[in-house]
């Protein structure tokens, strides 16, 4: 049950909605008054009264009945107690009846979103500036298929462009087939730095007429293009494995080559377009931003050209509710632009595009950055980290089996997490052992927690001892720990309306730290058998959360650790 509408719904507070008066419904940090709490400040102006009276006011009327059983004001809170045992024995029989799809539902109805999350740039290597998209795109499309959407994720891959070009002249120049196929990716980046740092006018003008090779179908510079994509997504591929990121679609902006002119067209047609020094534009002075470039003034389209057509294209291809795109808020200007062109061409569904923008990521020993070249490679920061928790696993439990693949959970998990724990859009510093410390507030700290939770419910299993819902009433412990994992559901659905995968980060952290609280001050196995057996349901329900809710995030729960 969600506590909250069952509040609000007895709630009557004029010229507020029960779905209004259902958000403002919260659990207080300090639960000693009451276990979910109205502020009341918002509804002043409405009511010309103060907070205070209006609690107060409330307060008296409410309705108390067997599951809200007292009601009070206390300096423009109204406060309220629910009944503990009613709660923690719906909550309990709720989660372990519906396991593995607890806090799932069907609110989605099978409606699309698109998700264009990672797209990667063919022949440059995938740098921790390319994790958060990843693993934020990734959990987005999980949240949403697990609340009952069709996600589609799409891989936007920057396949086209002068680079190219450029990588072929460079190729052709330096580079011989065999350093390639054993240097993969590193080698046609290289290839690639050395053009940037060496190419002369000629060599400009003759990456130019490769690219426009490539353009028009000519086979030798194709065949180059088409193997240094192959390589690339060889290459990402085991990234995406490590991250168990999967798409639907690897459309990239190539694909839209044919699709741009029809765009072209249109935007002419509806008195759109507009010349300004020899190239072609969609004015958007009157919204307060820059011009959007359409054609160079050598008819060569531009990135915003592709995305109106792959906008297009997809709305054509998955009629979608939704279409969102992970990227960087570096790229803010350019999707406001993209939308509002959409809209100016009369396109309803522009509202429905979303621009879902996260920070930047760097590292604690040394900003990244691209301009002087010193970039970290994402799979040399997973590799570190697996290669961090492997020792400190060693350490803490030596003889535990399987180290190498609780490491690979626990490094790749804390590389996930790192990215995933804070709200999107701030600027993340990656720290290796903040990120790793088995007491912060961590993935790791999560994995132990589950693997604690498990190792009691193994050893009461091996002993004959089963869980029970058997109307035991809940201690304090135990009635924090339930309220926590009580707000799973609403936690899932706000993560996708908000597009924040953190809140189910923090969900985590939070019932760990509750169910570690539990697990130290109440006895599972040695308490008596109606409490051991009721302790071991809320073990078992404490484990089903967080297993579902790493499992949203794309991170592994290791049995042992
Ligand atoms: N490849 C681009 C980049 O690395 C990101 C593409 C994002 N998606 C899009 N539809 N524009 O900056």
Known sequence: ??????????????????????????????????????????F???????????????????????????????????????????????????????GDRYGASCAGGGKVVCIDYSSVNIAKPFHVGHLSTTVLGAALYRIFQFLGYKAVGINHLGDYGTQFGKLISAFK????????????????????????AEADEEMEREAREYFRLIENGDEEANGLFEWFKKITLAYVQTIYEKLHVTFDSYLGERFYTDKMQPVVDELREKGLLKESQGA??????????????????????LYATRDLAAAIYRKNTYDFEKCLYVVAYQQNLHFKQVFQVLELMGKPWAKDLVHVAYGMVSLEDGAMSTRKGNVVFLEDVISKCVEKAYRIIAEKNPLLENKREVAEKVGVGAVIFGALYNNKIKDIVFSYDKALNFEGETSVYVQYTCARAASVLSKAAAAGYQPAVNGCAPCAQEFELLKALAEFPQTVAAAAENYEPSFVARFCVDVAQKFNKFYLDCKILQADDETRAYRLAITQAALTALKNALTLLGIGVPDKM
């Open 44 to 98: 002043a102006k409405i009511l010309r009264k103060s907070p205070a009276a209006i609690a107060e006011e409330l307060a008296a009327s409410y309705p108390i009945d067997g599951v809200v059983c007292g009601a009070s004001a206390v300096n423009g809170y109204l406060n309220f107690k629910i009944d503990r045992k009613s709660f923690a024995d719906e909550t309990l029989s709720k989660i372990i009846r519906e």
């Open 280 to 301: 072609q534009i969609v004015d958007l002075e009157p919204y307060g931003m820059s011009p959007c470039l359409i054609l160079r003034s050598d008819g060569a389209s």
């Open 1 to 42: 049950m969600d506590y909250k509408r069952y509040i609000a719904q007895r709630l009557k507070v004029e010229g507020v909605s029960e779905d209004e008066l259902a958000d403002l419904v919260a659990v207080p940090p300090n639960t000693e008054m009451g276990d979910y709490a109205l502020p009341c400040f918002k």
């Open 173 to 196: 120049r330096w580079g011989n087939r065999e350093e390639v196929e054993k240097g993969g990716i590193h080698a046609i980046n290289a290839l690639y730095v050395r053009f940037t």
